[in-house]
T-cell receptor
């Protein structure tokens, strides 16, 4: 069974704080993704990575950065959190392009 | 343990056929069920269902939820090759609104 884990289920941060969200997958998948899910908007892709140290911007990368130093770990960084970044953040991984994406349980971030 | 099961896992049809994709779930404190279509990159949102028996429609796609029997179906009529994708079902559960995704159904529509 593929397992995708996210470091926190809930986070509460203050405006301006630096926030790290971590995602780990245990199936040697090449691709990893970070999304945010907001009511009425569905999943929006922030960044994805297709290999170690490789990253590509998704649809809404502004205000975010990512890091993939090891194949199994993909981190999402909010350099200076803002209230409009309050959301549910979902991480996913897939073996290769076009294969099923396996999702983690999500991290609910509240920025005050 | 919360889980979402989808069936079939893989399906091959010809253009014009009608397909029904199934999603059953066991979660505590159900809040909503979502369907997504996954092609190359990001899954695209199709439907969100929260109430039993109310069909949601969008063109050739429709979906309905049965909260008593704990399942949902996604129907696609008059399939086209562009419908070829992986269809993901996800259930949002708990006060924290955690997501539980199913394994997906890979649909291939042949010309």
């Amino acid at each position: 069974d593929v397992k995708v884990t996210q470091s926190s289920r809930y986070l509460v941060k203050r405006t301006g704080e630096k926030v790290f969200l971590e995602c780990v997958q245990d199936m040697d998948h090449e691709n990893m993704f970070w999304y945010r899910q907001d009511p009425g908007l569905g999943l929006r892709l922030i960044y994805f990575s297709y290999d170690v140290k490789m990253k590509e911007k998704g649809d809404i990368p502004e205000g975010y950065s990512v890091s993939r130093e090891k194949k199994e770990r993909f981190s999402l960084i909010l350099e200076s959190a803002s209230t409009n970044q309050t959301s549910m953040y979902l991480c996913a991984s897939s073996l290769t392009w076009g294969e099923t994406q396996y999702f983690g349980p999500g991290t609910r971030l509240l920025v005050l | 343990e919360d889980k979402v099961v989808q069936s079939p896992l893989s399906l091959v049809v010809h253009e014009g056929d009608t397909v029904t994709l199934n999603c059953s779930y066991e979660v505590t404190n159900f809040r909503s069920l979502l369907w997504y279509k996954q092609e190359k990159k990001a899954p695209t949102f199709l439907f969100m269902l929260t109430s039993s028996g109310i069909e949601k429609k969008s063109g050739r796609l429709s979906s309905i939820l049965d909260k008593k029997e704990l399942f949902s179906i996604l129907n696609i009529t008059a399939t086209q090759t562009g419908d070829s994708a992986i269809y993901l079902c996800a259930v949002v559960e708990g006060y924290g609104q955690n997501f539980v995704f199913g394994p997906g159904t890979r649909l291939s529509v042949l010309p």
